[in-house]
């Protein structure tokens, strides 16, 4: 029986090698995909052993489990905040997340420039595209311009999905359970 850190391993070079695959196939540059890998409720040895095997960043959806585990691993990775934000939380995302995938509301995004003391916090505007009452994201909302934006992330696919994410011009995957495994 593997050890769960030649599970993590393992794992990464299958993701690695889908998300290759899936690339070339879609006429796409490797350099052009990002892994985040998602470490909810994911142990600090764990992440570190991802970390050994290549992983660059982190995502986290839970605030206060990403300060703990910032404690201890500190800028060895760059950090995103993937889940749903709530306003009194936002004071922690400045100083530690170097991008947020989950602005939903005008609230939210208000609350970071607030908190921002100074900084631009880079964020990605949360779209649900299907109306589901059960997906975050603003609605009904034609987005069609900005100044200074670049519009160059799009962040869907996750590890059900991220091989047609990838296909479909995904250029960040959120992947956890593919890369840890069940939880």
């Not at 899936?22 to 006429?27: E, T």
């Not at 995004?109 to 589901?132: D, F, S, T, Y």
């Amino acid at each position: 029986m593997q050890n769960k850190y030649s599970f993590i391993k393992k794992n990464l070079d299958v993701v690695r090698a889908n998300v290759e695959k899936a690339a070339f196939r879609s006429g796409r540059r490797l350099s052009d995909i990002t892994i985040v890998a998602v470490t909810k409720t994911v142990g600090v040895p764990e992440i570190r052993t991802a970390i050994e095997h290549g992983v660059k960043i982190i995502g986290e959806s839970r605030v206060q489990e990403a300060v703990k585990k910032h404690e201890e691993i500190g800028d060895l990775v760059e950090w995103h905040f993937i889940g749903p934000l709530q306003k009194n939380k936002a004071k922690f995302i400045p100083r530690l997340f170097s991008l947020v995938h989950s602005v939903d509301s005008h609230e939210i995004a208000a609350e970071l420039g607030r908190r921002a003391g100074g900084r631009v916090v880079p964020v990605l505007l949360e779209i649900n595209i299907a109306g589901e009452n059960s997906k975050h994201g603003v609605e009904s909302l034609s987005l069609l311009g900005l100044e200074n934006a670049t519009f160059d992330i799009l962040s869907f696919g996750m590890t059900d999905d991220y091989v047609v994410a990838v296909e479909e011009g995904a250029t960040h995957l959120r992947i956890g359970r593919g890369i840890f495994g069940e939880r």
